[in-house]
Structure formats: C-alpha cells, structure tokens
C-alpha cells in the first residue's frame, strides 16, 4: 500500500478489518465492527488518515451513544497505532527503520509489523470488548481471543504454567463455606408449590410424570461436614415437589477447602433443549438470536453452559434436520431430543432413540458403564492440552453432564476440578454416562431462573452473572423447562 495515496480513516479501519479472518473474530463481532465502519464514521471517516488522531477520534466518540464511546474510541485509536507503526499514519511518525535498513527491508518489516499489530489488535481491543459485553475476566478474555487467532498451543502452555505454578489451590484445611450456603434448605414441598415457575404445556413433550426418587446423600471423598452431600431442596416446583435438588461435597482428599456443586433434574417433570449461542457453535445456519424462544421463557426455570468451541471439541453439531458439522464416531455427545428428553451418549455405540432437536460433541466419554474413563489427564482423548483450552490435570472450573441409570440427570460444577476428580463426581452422583462440558470461570456457569427471577448460581462461587443465559449467548447452552403439571 503506496504511502503517497490518500488514505482516509474509513479506508484504513476498513482494510484493516478486512485482513482478519470472520471466524477468528467471531462472526457477530466482525460484522458489528464491518457496521460501524460503513455507517457510523460519518465525515470523520472521510479525514485524511495521515492528519487524523486520537484527540481527533476523541471528539468524533462524544457524537455517540454514550454505550458506544468506549469500544469505539479503542477501536479507532488501536487502528491509528496501527497505522503509525506500518509508515502510514505520519501525524505520527513511527521508529526510522527505513532510513536504517533501506526501503527493501523495510517492506519486508512492514509486513511482519502489521501481522504483529492485528494480533495486538486481537490481544487488546477485542479482549477489553469481551470484558465489558460478555463480563469476562480479563485473563479469560485474552486467552479466548489468542485461542480463537490459532494460538491455543501457546495459550495452552501458559495455562499450564499459570494454574501449576501461579495460580496454585490451597492444600488441606477447612471449608470457610457451609455445605449448604446460598441454598434453599428451608424450602418446603407441597406448600411451596405456589412460588414455582408457570408450566409449560408444549405437546411434544406430554405432561410431568410422578416425582422420581431423590438419590441417596453423596458420599464425599473425605469425612463429610455438616450437610455436606444432602440433597437440598430448590423453589423449581412442579407437581407439588422440587424438580431441581443441590448438593455440594468436596472433590478430592487433597483440596478440603473447596466445595464442588451437582445439581439433579427430574426429567419426569423437566424438558430440556440446546440453544445455539450467537457465535458458537461456529458454521453457517439458522442460529436465533442466542436467547430461548419467547413463548417458553415464562417456563424456563434453568440455564447450563454446553461445550467448547467447535474447533476444540473434536466433534461435531446437529441442530434439527442441519447437520452444521459432521458427528464423529466415538466421541461424547449431548443429544436433546424434540420430545424434551435428554442424554449422553457414545457416537456410534449408542443411538438416538428419537427425533433430534440437537446433538452436541464434545470430547470423549469421561463416564461409561458408572466407571470414570479418567486414568491418565495427558490423554489425548481429553484434549491435546485439551486442545488449547489447559491441561487435563490443571485444577480450573470444569462442568460436566451426565444421565443416572432411573434417566434423571445430574450436572456437576466446582472450581478446583481436574478431568479425573471431575469424573470421579460424576461417579459418585450415579452417572452411568457423562461428558465433559465447557471450562474456565467465564464459561463453567449454570444457573437457576422461574421463581429466581433475575437468576440464580447454581455454585454461589460461579464468576458470571445469572443473566448469562437471558441476556442473548454468545455461545450454546441447555435450556430446562418445567413441563405441565
């Protein structure tokens, strides 16, 4: 690109949006971004970019929306560093390698410049932009932006180096929570029945059966605290009783401190759906707008985070009759079907035993036949470095998913989890079948909704905010409904 041309700030910011990949920015971001360019810059897109800056940018902002000004001041002042850096932008000159190195090499070093600056363009705009839209903590947000830039190796090893030798959990002591904090144990049955959500009565999943039997009290790895593993009770009532229970034990014999969560839906009374989010799953179909459909929001009683990015999951997605990438024989694979049920199967073994409403792949089986799968975390089956996502045996926020042998579902969610004590939970609250869902505390969230109203954690400690899953998703989540009474 000639410096002698006239290059005005619209053609800037718009060249050097084009350069980077829709996929890599996601595709409700790029496009965003592409609007703001075509249509918000006005005159001030018209200057000429050499005598544009960013008090100029500064001025331009202030004409917004008040929402707008931020992301958009960083935007155009990052594209102006941008500029100044690859010689184009001589309001502000950069470093004089040419007049160094000659104009040979410097062609040559402007290119690399402007790799480098599109990825600090990636590593710092973007991330600043999934802090303040999708309330993402800031360590989450960069290491998702460089992952979704086909940097996951390297966000992978400094993951492993943060949560190994940074980052570390306490060893030993005591738990500073009740087993039972923030819990509704209190809670009665039959004379609770009037605060529980409205029911949905959607024909294709028939009406709420009888109650099914509570499981029995989780049996922790270590001697149990007071309440610990008690199944306590929630305000999702259907037929008269809680259609969602809650415990919390700790995951292993070493971290003591720390509670994980399990929750366990009815599906007698319980329907359940995927909801694709609004960048994720990636590919090329009708994906809504990231939020339930409307007429079963006033039914929708909870909200649990899906899988991982589809490049990361070693798998596949269907969604209705649109096969958007293919399944994958062997893998782990959460299937919602259309009359509302739910489970986890083995792609391949084990087959659909109704109409799809969607089936999500992500990994391998971490449980099967009631054993954890779970006997070496480097596995490549639990990810190469989980795919760029961390090490198998990194203690993060993990969830997963699972079915008990009587069909009921159980969720599991906890801060301080490896792959192997994540399954070996799982194990303990009765999965025949479980998957790994998605990890890290900006993606490891469930919460509950209905008589919760604006939503509640379903681990007090879970980092984002109930709205996760009313407010439209960037990425996939299960829905739970309350069927008809």
Same mark, same amino acid.
């Given at each position: ?14 060249? &050097?949006?084009s +350069?980077?990949? /829709?996929? /890599?920015?996601?595709?409700? @971001? ?5 609007q703001f360019v075509?249509?918000q ?7 000429e970019?050499?005598s544009?800056?960013a008090?100029?940018a @500064?001025r ?24 100044k850096n ?13 007049r160094?190195? #000659?104009?040979v090499? &410097? ?10 600056l ?10 600043l932009d999934?802090v303040?839209?999708f ?15 086909? =940097? ?6 400094a993951e492993?180096v943060y949560y190994?030798y940074?980052?570390t959990?306490? $060893? ?5 929570q009740a087993?039972?904090f923030g819990?509704d144990?209190?809670? #009665?049955?039959?004379?609770?029945s ?5 029911i949905?009565f959607v024909? /294709? ?8 039997v ?8 270590v001697s149990?605290?007071?309440g ?9 009532m259907?037929? #008269? ?8 034990i700790?995951p ?6 720390y ?12 329907a359940f759906?995927q ?7 990636? #590919? ?18 909870a ?6 990015l589809?490049?990361? !999951? ?9 096969v $958007? ?10 299937v ?32 099967d036949?009631?054993?954890s799968?779970v006997?070496?975390?480097?596995q490549?089956?639990?990810?190469w470095?989980?795919?760029g ?6 203690l ?11 069909g009921?579902v159980?969720? +599991?969610?906890?801060p ?8 070996d ?6 999965a025949?079948?479980?998957m790994?869902?998605?990890?890290n !505390?900006?993606?490891?969230?469930? =919460?509950?909704?209905?008589p919760?109203?604006?939503g509640?954690?379903?681990d ?14 960037e990425?996939?989540f $299960?829905?739970v ?5």
């Open positions: 690109m000639s410096t002698n041309r006239v290059i005005t700030v619209r053609h800037w910011l718009g060249a &050097w949006l +350069c980077i990949p /829709e996929a /890599e920015l996601g595709f409700g @971001y790029k496009r965003r971004l592409s075509a249509k810059l006005g005159d001030f897109g018209n200057r970019l050499a544009a800056g008090a100029d @500064y331009f902002v202030q004409s917004l929306p008040k929402g707008d000004r931020e992301l958009a001041y960083r935007f155009i002042t990052s594209g102006f560093r941008a500029a690859v010689g184009l932008n001589t309001r502000y000159p950069g470093f004089p390698a040419k160094v190195v #000659g104009k090499f &410097w062609v040559a070093a402007r290119g690399v410049l402007a790799t480098a599109i990825t600090g363009l990636i590593t710092s705009g973007f991330a999934r303040v839209r309330k993402e903590d800031s360590l989450t947000a960069y290491a998702t932006v460089l992952r979704q830039s086909g =940097f996951g190796v390297v966000v992978a090893f492993d190994n940074i980052n959990p306490r $060893v030993g002591g005591e738990p500073t087993a039972d819990s144990a209190n809670i #009665g049955e039959q004379s609770q009037s605060v529980g959500s409205k949905a024909k /294709e999943w028939g009406a709420a059966g009888a109650s099914s509570v499981p029995d009290r989780l049996v922790p790895p149990a605290k007071v610990e593993g008690v199944w306590l009770r929630t305000k999702i259907v037929n #008269g009783s809680s259609a969602i229970r809650i415990a919390r700790r292993d014999s070493e971290h003591t401190s509670y994980a969560t399990i929750a366990w839906f009815d599906s007698k009374r319980l759906q909801v694709p989010g609004t960048d994720v799953p990636e #590919g090329n179909f009708v994906r809504g707008d990231g939020v339930v459909p409307l007429d079963l929001k006033p039914f929708y009683v909200g649990l985070n899906d899988g991982f589809m490049r990361d !999951s070693q798998g596949g997605y269907v969604f209705g009759d649109k $958007v990438k293919k399944l994958v024989v062997g893998k782990a694979t959460l919602t079907y259309t009359d509302g049920s739910i489970d986890v199967l083995k792609w391949g073994r084990d087959k659909p035993s109704k109409p799809i409403q969607a089936a999500r792949q992500n990994l391998t089986l971490m449980v036949g009631a054993i799968q006997q070496d975390e480097s490549s089956k639990w990810g470095v989980w795919q996502v961390g090490s198998g045996k990194n993060v926020w993990r969830s997963a998913l699972g079915v008990r042998a009587d009921t159980v969720y +599991c969610i906890g301080v989890l490896s792959a192997k004590s994540l399954a939970m799982m194990v303990r609250a009765g025949v079948r479980a790994p869902l998605d990890m !505390s900006a993606y490891a969230n469930g =919460f509950l909704y209905g919760y109203a604006p509640k954690r379903i007090p400690n879970i980092y984002r905010e109930p709205d996760r899953f009313l407010a439209p998703s990425r996939d $299960v829905a409904y309350a069927k008809s009474p």
